[in-house]
């Protein structure tokens, strides 16, 4: 039996490293949606998703050179969940 779950998720930080030099990594930090910038009626895509995911984080290394600075703050995401078989 497969599990499968779709989350929503929000740039909230990036971290380049080394600080001084040439990048060799970068660590992206994610969060759930919905911290309070829901629709006017409650019921827009942020709110369904927050409702079900209400807090969260996500950090991830990123060391692959074609990805640095593609992931900007606040860029949103879903990010899917499939068990492997």
Known sequence: ?????????????????????????????????GSGSYGPDGGDEDNTYAKFTPSGSISLTVANPALFGKFKLDDTFYVDFTAVQ
Not at 8 to 33: D, H, N, S, W
């Open 1 to 33: 039996m497969s599990t499968a779950m779709r989350a929503k998720m929000r740039v909230t930080g990036i971290a380049v490293y080394p600080t001084v030099g040439q990048t060799t990594q970068e660590m992206l930090q994610f969060c759930p949606v």
